[in-house]
C-alpha cells in the first residue's frame, strides 16, 4: 500500500514539473497557467489526525487561484477522502507574499460500511491564512493555519446473537484547527 502511494505522489508531482515548465507566458500580459499544490499537515482540535492533500487549478492573475482538489484524512477512527474547491488570494505581487484561502466540499468515506458502523459522507468547510515562497519562476514552499469544520454521520449496529438491536445514527460536528506545510508548482 505504501509503495502504490509513493508512486502515485511521485507520478503526481512528475505531471505537475512537466505542466509547470511548460506553461511559461510572457509577464506583460496575465494569462490562465497550471497551478498544482502538494500538502502535508495536522488537523487538531476534537481529535489529532494527519492529512495529505493534492490540488490542481488555475491561476487567473498572479493573485487569485481556483484548484479543485483531493486528498486523505481521519474522523474518529474512520479514514475519508475530501473532494473540495479550493479559492485563494496572494495578498503580493512578489516571491513571498501572504495568502488567504478558502474551501468548501465533501468528505467521502473510504470505508463506508462495516460489521458495526456505516459511515456516511458530509460537508467540509474553511479559510486559512497562510505565506508562500518561490525559489524559482515554478516551484514554492507554503505554510499556513486555518480553521476547518466538517459535519460526517455514523450509523452503528449492535448485534447479539444474530439479532440487530438499536442501530442509530450519531452526526459529528467537528470544528478544528489545521496547520499544513506544501510545495506549489506554476
Do not use: C
Not at 505531471?15 to 497550471?34: C, D, G, H, M, W
Amino acid at each position: 500500500m505504501k509503495k502504490t502511494i509513493s508512486i502515485v505522489i511521485l507520478t503526481i508531482l512528475f505531471v505537475q514539473t512537466v505542466f509547470a515548465q511548460n506553461s511559461e507566458k510572457p509577464k506583460s500580459s496575465p494569462k490562465l497557467s497550471y497551478v498544482g499544490q502538494l500538502s502535508a499537515g495536522v488537523l487538531g482540535g476534537d481529535e489529532t489526525s494527519r492529512v495529505l492533500h493534492v490540488k490542481n487549478g488555475i491561476s487567473f492573475t498572479n493573485h487569485f487561484y481556483a484548484t479543485i482538489g483531493l486528498g486523505i484524512e481521519r474522523y474518529y477512527s474512520a479514514q475519508y477522502m475530501p473532494i473540495f474547491f479550493d479559492f485563494r488570494y496572494n495578498v503580493l505581487n512578489r516571491k513571498t507574499t501572504p495568502f488567504v484561502s478558502v474551501s468548501s466540499g465533501y468528505l467521502q468515506p473510504l470505508v463506508s460500511n462495516s460489521y458495526y458502523s456505516n459511515n456516511k459522507g458530509g460537508f467540509t468547510g474553511g479559510a486559512k491564512i497562510g505565506v508562500s515562497h518561490f525559489f524559482s519562476e515554478h516551484v514554492g514552499l507554503e505554510t499556513s493555519l486555518g480553521y476547518r469544520y466538517s459535519k460526517v454521520e455514523r450509523q452503528d449496529i449492535y448485534y447479539a446473537w444474530d439479532l440487530i438491536y438499536n442501530p442509530y445514527t450519531t452526526e459529528y460536528n467537528m470544528n478544528r484547527f489545521e496547520l499544513s506545510v506544501g510545495l506549489i508548482f506554476k
